[in-house]
């Protein structure tokens, strides 16, 4: 008889759980104990303010791990390696990483490449061992929202770290519209984008167009097929125009042109910008001339940087940009088709907060005090990430990532910081549940636990001494791994169809259960109560 994960019964589990495993990259026996203490209004309000510095279990495993790095010699260029490298490149500034982008300076590609996979390790080891989890959380929201795609470009790979440090986690619990700035003029963002070489006559429209359609007013307010001049569009003779159209984008690239990165290119006039990797703005390359944007009249001959940020604040304030950023996040917290009184109360929120430092956080706040943030269990599954971090979490594995995981991970669908397009990875459970990617997860669920996954981790799984019995003890970790107590006919198939047990009341020698452990555990982390969230 072959064991099907999917046969056993599921259930929900408690309110506590839900919301624990939809704040977290899945909730462990500690957080759940605090809660349970102190309650859960206390852990979010501690959750949505981290201490900076207050990671010391992160800041010792990040200290300790190392990264492989293997590469041939080239004759008279450098020297062959083949050593376990402890991470530094993760953390350096722009100073540093730039050099790596320079093909006049011999070295590996490997090498060059070393500052990301640094950070795509980093990435695991905040999310499985991080105490502020729902920073994790919106950090991976964050970097999804604003994709890039490193493999498109080495300018891009080597300034990741920056990109993730000083933009994404920098800001998301911060203002948005600072968030906006930030990101418009990260390095990153510029060459994915293209703005870097924008120039006056005619302008790259790329940048401006993502700018409306992902990361502010939305594809669902881009009203071209309905208007054809900026008069038409409902509102915008008063400057508020309720959605946008192809020359609100046109007219939003003049506005940004000239806002480069000092890369040393030539500036067209005998000159050269300089070279720092840093963004840069170059007024010979900024277009001058009036514009209009979303209704609005931009005077020509403005000071540097002005039409630019003129942009940004029309589109960051836009309620448009309002609806579909908080839509996202009810999204991503809650179900594939979040409540709309969330949403709404969101809204709100967020609105409310526009000019506040910690916009960000004060709208999180109100989604995560909401009833609605503990309903409705199963609307969304866990992504490949959110179900790795959950597994080596709740059994508190000794975890250190390496490169392979990248390869698993896609394998699942889930390409970890090389997403190839603007829009990030879907968030909606079809994506993540076809045939060949489940088969992937249940592999990678049972390479995990079994230790035949590239010896990730390693495990303490520690039974009270007190359980004897095949049922006590399945009955026991069942609950540890899924947050809920399972009835009787649950534990008594896990015990006679995967342990194989005649008598469940019976004990069975403990080497045997060092074998059979694991396995259980595995196959309770493929069931739909494991996977869902």
């Known amino acids: 008889m072959i064991f099907d994960p999917n046969d056993l019964i599921v259930t929900a589990p408690d309110k506590n759980s839900i919301a624990l495993n939809r704040i977290t990259f899945g909730a462990t026996q500690n957080e759940q104990i605090q809660v349970n203490k102190d309650g859960y209004s206390a852990f979010v309000e501690n959750q949505l303010n981290p201490k900076i510095g207050d990671d010391e279990r992160v800041d010792r495993k990040i200290a300790s791990t190392a990264l492989h790095i293997k590469y041939d010699s080239k004759e008279d260029s450098y020297p062959a390696v083949d050593e376990d490298r402890l991470l530094g490149a993760w953390n350096f500034s722009i100073d540093k990483l730039w050099p790596l982008r320079d093909y006049k300076i011999p070295m590996a590609g490997q090498e060059r490449n070393r500052p990301l996979e640094e950070v795509r390790v980093v990435s695991w080891i905040k999310a499985v061992y991080s105490k502020w989890q729902l920073q994790e959380i919106m950090v991976e929201f964050w970097h999804n929202h604003f994709n890039v795609n490193p493999d498109s470009d080495t300018k891009i790979a080597v300034s990741f770290p920056v990109y993730d440090s000083d933009v994404i986690r920098k800001n998301c619990f911060g203002n948005f519209r600072r968030f906006l700035e930030d990101v418009a003029k990260s390095t990153a963002m510029q060459y994915y984008l293209d703005n870097a070489s924008s120039k006056a006559s005619p302008a790259n429209e790329n940048y401006a167009r993502e700018l409306f359609e992902l990361h502010t007013l939305g594809s669902d307010n881009y009203l071209n097929s309905l208007y054809n001049r900026w008069r038409e569009v409902p509102g915008a003779t008063s400057g508020k125009p309720i959605g946008y159209i192809d020359e609100d984008v046109y007219e939003a690239a003049r506005a940004f042109t000239g806002w480069t990165i000092a890369d040393g290119t030539g500036t067209g006039k005998g000159e050269n910008l300089p070279n720092t990797g840093a963004f840069y703005y170059n ?21 540097p940087l002005a039409d630019g940020n003129k942009v940004l604040d029309l589109v960051a304030f836009h309620p448009a940009t309002a609806k579909h950023i908080c839509q996202k996040l009810c999204k991503r917290l809650i179900a594939d088709v979040p409540p709309q009184n969330v949403v709404n109360g969101a809204i709100n929120v967020w609105i409310k907060y526009k000019d506040n430092p910690h916009q960000i956080r004060e709208t999180l706040r109100y989604i995560l005090s909401t009833k609605e943030i503990s309903q409705g269990w199963g609307q969304k599954v866990k992504t490949p990430f959110e179900l ?46 076809s045939s060949n990617t489940m088969l992937s997860r249940w592999n990678i669920a049972f390479g995990l636990l079994t230790n035949t996954q590239n010896k990730l981790a390693s495990y303490n799984f520690k039974t ?70």
């Open 283 to 303: 007024d010979g390359w900024h277009d001058n001339y009036q514009k209009r944007v979303l209704g609005v009249e931009f005077d020509p001959n403005q000071p």
């Open 388 to 433: 790795v971090t959950s597994i080596l979490r709740v059994t508190e594995a000794d975890f250190t990532p390496n490169s392979s995981l990248t390869g698993s991970m896609n394998q699942m669908g889930y390409l970890h910081y090389h997403w190839p397009t603007p829009t990030g990875h879907p968030d909606r459970s079809d994506y993540w549940l």
């Open 464 to 533: 009270p001494e007190e359980l004897k019995s095949v049922k006590e003890i399945v009955a026991y970790w069942t609950e540890k791994i899924l947050h809920r107590e399972k009835p009787n006919e649950y534990i008594e198939s896990l015990c006679k169809t995967l342990i194989k047990a005649k008598d469940i009341n019976a004990s069975i020698p403990i080497e045997d259960w060092q074998k059979k452990l694991p396995v259980l555990i595995a196959v309770l982390t493929m069931t739909p109560d494991f996977q869902l969230k």
